[in-house]
């Protein structure tokens, strides 16, 4: 089989099937995208897949740099916890218990 070429894949199309707001978390099912910028119900948009993004993280939880991070769509938060969440990336710097933030690397 021959490749061809298509894109770098920082940012990937996203058909949405509700209206997504830019920034917001996008569950891309063993993964998480941020929105690039509004994308309509039934219209294609941006994700961003690469980069490091601030995330509300869920309270009492310490996260170490490099600790593996997951996406709780009912939170809306990310959480150190895996059973039942979306593969996010990891911590790109600490985060303690009373931070209402982390700074998440995306898988990519």
Not at 9 to 16: I, N, V
Not at 19 to 40: C, K, Y
Not at 48 to 72: F, I, N, P, T
């Amino acid at each position: 089989m021959k490749a061809t070429y298509v894109q770098q894949g920082a940012a990937l199309d996203y058909m949405a099937t509700e209206a997504v707001p830019n920034g917001a978390v996008v569950s891309l099912e063993t993964r998480i995208g941020i929105a690039a910028g509004d994308i309509p119900a039934g219209s294609s948009g941006t994700v961003h897949v690469e980069g490091v993004y601030r995330l509300a993280k869920a309270s009492g939880e310490d996260l170490a740099m490099g600790a593996a991070v997951y996406y709780d769509a009912a939170a809306d938060a990310v959480t150190a916890t895996a059973a039942g969440h979306i593969p996010a990336g990891y911590a790109a710097a600490p985060a303690g218990a009373n931070d209402a933030a982390a700074l998440v690397k995306l898988l990519g």
